[in-house]
């Protein structure tokens, strides 16, 4: 790609006075000018043209700057939308017994904490109602 760079030193003729023959722009001036802007136009990227495929270096993984990230290090710092776990019936790591803590409990952690011996059935659903002063507790 090149740039443009001045071809006329049209300051120069600024310069001579009007009566002088060098003052005279011609037509090869303008054309030699116009050539040198032609050249660095054409020489340009095409913004409008979507086709075009740059390239840059993958940083390491973990990298956290302002470089601009290739798709080869997307790809290999975040989890795929289409990842087995994330897709039809998602999975989740199982917390240990007792863990008492803001992660996802999973439906293994759940049967794990369940008391000994307790079912659907006899775990059943609680109904709590409040009247007044009075607490009800029931389950169906």
């Not at 020489?43 to 390239?55: E, H, M």
């Not at 897709?87 to 803590?101: C, H, L, M, R």
């Amino acid at each position: 790609m090149s740039n443009y760079n001045l071809q006329i030193a049209w300051s120069g003729k600024d310069a001579l006075s009007d009566s002088d023959p060098d003052k005279v722009v011609s037509g090869g001036d303008f054309n030699t000018e116009f050539l040198a802007v032609k050249t660095a136009v054409n020489s340009k990227a095409d913004l409008a043209n979507t086709s075009q495929v740059v390239t840059a270096a993958t940083a390491a993984a973990g990298t956290n700057t302002n470089q601009v990230a290739t798709t080869a290090f997307v790809d290999t710092s975040f989890a795929k939308k289409a990842s087995p776990a994330l897709t039809g019936t998602p999975t989740a790591p199982t917390a240990s017994v007792n863990t008492n803590t803001t992660q996802i409990a999973t439906t293994a952690f759940v049967e794990a904490a369940k008391p000994v011996g307790a079912t659907a059935s006899t775990l059943g659903l609680v109904k709590v109602s409040l009247s007044g002063t009075t607490l009800t507790i029931s389950t169906s």
